[in-house]
């Protein structure tokens, strides 16, 4: 639900950021001129060759330090910190602390820059002050004592996973751990620090060893272009990340740690999560077939259709663990969603069975209202009435509309507009409910699939209610006109708080497929060049060029020990190093979903 827990969060954060502004200020330096010769530069130094036009030599450095490092397999082997009053200084003495490193070693590692803009200071006594005085993924830190210094660069503190790790509440964790960042200073200065400091760099590094210097921030590279061809490539990115994360049984790795070269299939590994990846990959074949993603969506389905509880047996078919009493919608839901968009894309009837086995049992779910139980005791063959989850009931709806297109259904339109019903109007009726909206991106993707089976006198009431939502929506996004973004230019397109509170990936994703439905609704009902249909449209360009940027591509990988496994997925925030298959299916398919738009 947003609302409460929204205000509540912006309100915390909002203090605190402005408790800590005042004393982590810190005045930059003019940006270089030519940031990507200085890399070329210190490749021809090391190799004692002809040194190419450095533009930025006589740039004042302010005597603040230039890191150079040598990333090799996602580490730093290697580094030289160098300072001078001029760039030019500080560059070649950053350079001469990488002499004598292995030449194998420096012809297969990737050079970084870490051009030091500014410092500001930070404090090792208010806690607080020192939890949220650095903002993530944008600010090293660093300390002196005794007249020695070290540094801590964004990379190095994104590698060890220093962000979003002090708890400022229940369920809500954000900042620097301030006791693990002061132990981490001390370990590097072996004393107390006499004074800490956060401070900002100017980034650029190798796209290849050697190669092509690009600018860096947040531990990535800039996207691609916003265009068609992007879009589609990096939807085909995404499926393809899918499914070479597919083992032979038709399993996903759940998630991928990219630091470690580490798969996570896991005990809590998700079934509708499982199911929303094979949604997506059913989607691209209906853009792109591919035999090969076809025989992974087979396996994967047949994982699926393996997954089935001892007391949901016959005619009604539902997904969860074989030896759980008890099963929830969603999986069974999405299972539906998956086998439909297969079935759409590939016109292969070899699941139907399965498909009109889940369609009874969620149509067995729904109550008179429209809404649906949540949970099921498989064992004892009966509805839980009470307990209300997140997403399953949109789910619900949203797998009964993709099934009317191949299976036109009386029984399945009465139940879809019933639900739908109840999704924008019943449950939001009480005073409350005309202050907030709850998590209805699979509501509004709902109204869309099933459109044409939906009675013509209820499609305005649903379409006026997703034009709200996506009003609600457009609220939280992060534009390039408000303060934030044009302190930090990354974080546009994004839904967020705060520079306090990274943005994740995935609600970025969900939220803009939903409002890729919320422009198609708004184009059926002929508003062509009204704000109905140009305001989501703006936020789904915008939001799909923020994902694009956040693709992993190799060129931008220089953090990640195996950068090929990683390739084509979204990690879950800048700052949380690991890919979720969920994140993936919401980033790659609202991708694909607004390849339409351009």
Known sequence: ??????????????LAAAATFAWVRMPLSTPLAAPTQS??????SLAHASLPTLDDESTDQRGLPVIVSLFDHGAPVARGIG??????????????????????????????????????????????????????????????AGGREVYFTVDDLLRRGAWDAYTLAPDLSLGMDPGRTLRMLEAALEHRPARAFRFRAEEVVEAVPGGTALSAECGRTPGPELTREHLLAAAEAGGRYLLSHLDDAGQFDYEYYTVEDERVGGQDYSLPRHAGAVSFLAALDAHTPDPAREAGMRRALDYLVRQRPHGCDGERICVGSPDAPVVDLGSSALSLVAAAEYERATSDARYEPFVQGLVAFVLSMQKPNGEFCHLFDAERRRRDEETQLLYYSGEAAYGLALTLAKHPDGRVEAALDRSLGYLTNTQYDHLAGQFYVGEDHWTCMAVDAGWEHLPAAHRVRYASFCAAFGRFMRKEQLRADEPLVRAQPQLAGAFGLSAAVTPHNTPVGSRTESMVSVWRIAKRLHVDGEVEVRDPKAQVLAAVDYLLAHQIRDEGAYLMTAPASAEGGFLVSDTERYIRIDVVQHAASAILRSVEML
């Open 39 to 44: 890399l070329p530069y210190v490749r021809a």
């Open 83 to 144: 300072h001078g009053a001029t760039f030019g200084e500080a560059l070649r003495a950053a350079a001469e602390g990488l002499r004598g490193v292995d030449a194998a070693l420096l012809a297969r590692g990737r050079l970084k820059l870490d051009r030091v803009e500014g410092e500001g200071a930070l404090s090792t006594t208010v806690a607080p002050l020192l939890a949220l005085g650095v903002v993530p993924a944008r600010d090293g830190v660093g300390a002196e």
């Open 1 to 14: 639900m947003i609302g409460r827990l929204g205000g509540a969060v912006t309100l915390v954060v909002g």
